[in-house]
């Protein structure tokens, strides 16, 4: 069975500075997706950054990149020059390739201070 | 915006009733799945519709039920109300029975309330 571990409820971070939000997973298949999901008081679950665990290179998108370390099982998530809109939940998931089964984690509730 | 939308917003059921969600999928998208997102937690995975049959399921007992209509769109019912159902419902769509990148597009969800 997958599990998603997400080990810091809540973050702060000075506006303008970078953070770094924790996830471990674990999983026994081979071909897997991993996932940043960001959701505000909206409620809406915004995808951030997806990672497709054949790739050894990290994904990257704008502010936000990951490390991936397959082998120790570890995805965290770096926000460079945070933002005040930054501030949201964010959600580590996992899914086996070829389904839309995910598997998420607790979260880490961001703040971003002014 | 997705262009996944949810309705209704935010409704409270009283316990053993029965409740049905809504959700339109992003145009073009034949594949839909629920989550069940109580509060301070994750999602978890309902189940899964693709061309209007249910394709994936996850550790929800059979009070949860779901239909896809011909256009893709989508219900969510739930029967003999608990209130440990009280939670965020979110939709979300897809193309493709096997996705590519697994993506999945979330709506803004559904509040239910129960009493």
């Known amino acids: 069975a997958q599990t998603v571990t997400q080990s810091q409820p809540e973050m702060s971070v000075q506006e303008a500075e970078t953070v770094t939000l924790s996830c471990t997973y674990d999983t026994s298949e081979s071909d897997y997706y991993l996932f940043w999901y960001k959701q505000p008081p909206s409620r809406q679950m915004i995808l951030v950054i997806r990672?497709?665990?054949?790739?050894?290179q990290n994904a990257t998108e704008n502010r936000f990149s990951v490390n991936f370390q397959k082998a120790a099982k570890s995805f965290s998530l770096k926000i460079s020059d945070s933002q005040l809109g930054d501030a949201a939940m964010y959600f580590c998931a996992s899914s086996r390739a070829g389904t839309y089964k995910y598997i998420f984690g607790t979260g880490t509730r961001l703040k971003v201070l002014a | 915006e997705t262009g996944v939308t949810q309705s209704p917003t935010h409704l409270i059921k009283t316990r053993g009733q029965q409740v049905t969600l809504r959700c339109s999928s992003q145009s073009g998208h034949n594949t839909v799945s629920w989550y069940q997102q109580a509060l301070g937690q994750g999602p978890q995975f309902i189940f899964q519709y693709y061309r209007e049959e249910e394709n994936g399921r996850g550790n929800f007992p059979p009070r949860f039920s779901g239909l896809q209509f011909p256009n893709y769109s989508s219900e969510l019912n739930v029967n003999a109300l608990e209130l440990d159902d009280s939670a965020l419902y979110l939709c979300?769509?897809?193309?493709?029975?096997?996705?590519?990148?697994?993506?999945?597009?979330f709506g803004e969800g559904s509040w239910l309330t129960v009493v």
């Open positions: 979300a769509s897809s193309l493709g029975a096997l996705p590519p990148g697994n993506t999945i597009y």
């Open positions: 990672q497709e665990a054949y790739k050894q």
